[in-house]
């Protein structure tokens, strides 16, 4: 079998990227002899790790041929971008087309596929051909919806008239006319039958597993630990919030709230809060304005992206792991990882992440994240216990995070498998 992967708008440093990464790796593994054709981006370098499995073919349509040379030899233009996606619509052959980057001519050019897999929908981009145009992909398709984020804080999406209007007429539409969609909670199962019309039938729940690779386990020297915290006036102990989007339901407006009642109440006790944070400028802006009305200035760090073994390190120097988000689509991947490596992890008690909790057997500490008492409480709580924890006591086997990698790809494989079964092709 041969299934094809719309991976273009996917960049490194997210969870997406992590999650199809992931997928692909290990349906490549409990079906050796299916074959993926990855059509990405070239900010997606991540997934070129996977060229070394053999049954995994990478597709980059932003950054080959005539497009790549003319970036190259233009580096300081910023429009180019927007010419070139001009050029690639108007160029008057195909093998032109192709050659600058036009999503189309590289969908037909790739060899038949039997399904296409839909990751993520970006509906902040209106190029994406295979995801638009009914009659380009002739195969039955499989979407992933992580999430319905327009639908539960609609007012983040007001700036962005092309994404909300993407949402309702491009987005719905595709959804409802897919063969099948997987989501990764019971919560969004429901959300997207109500919101988005779409019959329950055709909805599987697949839960994310443990996406945790045996990196995370390593542990750096004292020296290069030591360091890491200098260069970023970090002292010990510290609470780690890895949340990698400056948007509202990440809940960082809250935890800043908290920080400064922890504070006035812990006084010199009061652990740093350390954020690795990427995003909207102009929301980091306001952060460190808040945090300086907020008298916290000393507590709070924002890392901004980092390495993924400064992350690693980051991690495992922490005293706890802190998740304050009000929406997200499983778990959420600093809850599996803090997990993994046996911290303490604080977190929401919202609808996806019990789920995942409770599906993987996880010690966690829930608080509700719109309140602040629960919040400070939770935190107070796990300080008080430090000095009673045996390090690294409640780490998860790397084992038996990959027994649970497997189920997953083989629920995901087996969705596949009834899809393409099942499939006859009616013209739209």
């Known amino acids: 079998m041969r299934i094809a992967v719309a991976a273009e708008s996917i960049k490194d440093g997210a969870g997406l990227g992590t999650f199809v990464f992931d997928t692909v790796q290990s349906l490549s593994k409990v079906r050796p002899n299916w074959e993926f054709l990855v059509v990405v981006s070239s900010w997606y370098t991540e997934i070129q790790r996977l060229l070394n499995l053999g049954n995994v073919s990478i597709y980059v349509w932003d950054y080959a041929g005539l497009r790549k ?3 190259d030899k233009s580096p300081n233009f910023r429009g180019r971008l927007r010419l070139l ?30 399904i296409l897999w839909v990751p993520h929908f970006d509906n902040n981009r209106s190029d994406w051909p295979a995801l638009y145009q009914p009659d380009l992909i002739k195969c039955p398709v499989l979407l992933t919806i992580h999430d319905l984020h327009s639908i539960f804080f609609p007012g983040a999406w007001k700036k962005n008239g092309r994404a909300l209007k993407n949402f309702n007429e491009r987005f719905i539409p595709f959804a409802q006319r897919s063969q099948h ?45 030591k360091a ?20 509202e339901h990440k809940n960082h407006d809250r935890l800043l709230e908290v920080w400064h009642l922890l504070k006035r109440k812990l006084g010199k006790k009061c652990p740093m809060l350390v954020f690795t944070i990427k995003g909207d400028k102009q929301r980091q802006k306001t952060f460190l304005e808040r945090i300086r009305t907020l008298g916290i200035e000393d507590k709070i ?5 980092v390495e993924r073994s400064e992350l690693i390190i980051f991690y495992h120097e922490s005293e706890f792991v802190i998740f304050p988000s009000l929406y997200e689509g499983g778990a959420g991947y600093p809850v599996l990882e803090g997990c993994a490596i046996g911290k303490p992890v604080l977190c929401s008690r919202i609808p996806p992440i019990v789920e995942q909790v409770q599906r993987s057997r996880l010690a966690v500490n829930f608080f509700d994240p719109r309140d602040n008492a629960s919040i400070v409480e939770a935190v107070e709580k796990v300080l008080q216990n430090a000095t009673k924890r045996t390090p690294r006591i409640n780490r998860i086997p790397i084992q038996n995070i990959e027994t649970e990698r497997v189920e997953f790809a083989e629920l995901y494989a087996s969705q596949i498998e009834s899809i393409v079964g099942g499939w006859k092709w009616t013209c739209c």
């Open 301 to 305: 760090v924002f890392t901004s992206m």
């Open 181 to 225: 969609i997987i989501t990764h909670s019971h919560f969004q199962k429901s959300s997207i039958a109500k919101y988005l019309k779409i019959p329950s039938e055709k909805i599987s729940v697949v839960f994310i597993p443990m996406s945790v690779d045996e990196d995370l386990y390593k542990l750096h020297s004292e020296k290069k630990c």
């Open 69 to 71: 040379t003319i970036m």
């Open 85 to 114: 996606n001009f050029m690639a619509g108007l160029a008057p052959s195909q093998r032109l087309r192709l050659s600058l980057g036009n999503l189309t001519e590289l969908w037909k050019s790739l060899p038949n596929f039997d």
């Open 228 to 247: 890491l915290l200098e260069k970023f006036r970090i002292s010990k102990p510290y609470a780690f919030s890895p949340l990698s989007q400056t948007l």
